[in-house]
């Protein structure tokens, strides 16, 4: 997948301030947060995988794949959804 962000110019600035290289900087942020998320699907996956007593799959790509087509994970943007629908439904 490929993203496009726009900094103005004042952004692009400070980000040259606080970092070597803007684009060093930008794909490490957003490859350690992926990291971040993987880690915590994949835990959650195999404590799903132990209860059910499963074999897990051999790599952390297939279990994430698993974790979303079982409904073990939602994605933000589903979560924010049925939380909404909820908040709505108790006014």
Known sequence: MDYTITLTDTEDKALAYAAASQQDWIDNVVHNRCRIAIDDIVK???????????????????????????????????????????????A
């Open 44 to 90: 959650l996956a195999i404590d799903k995988f132990i209860a059910a007593g499963e074999s897990m799959p051999g790599n952390k790509d297939q279990i994430v794949a698993i974790a979303f087509e079982r409904g073990w994970v939602k994605t933000a943007a589903q979560r924010n959804e049925e939380a909404q629908a909820e908040m709505e439904k108790q």
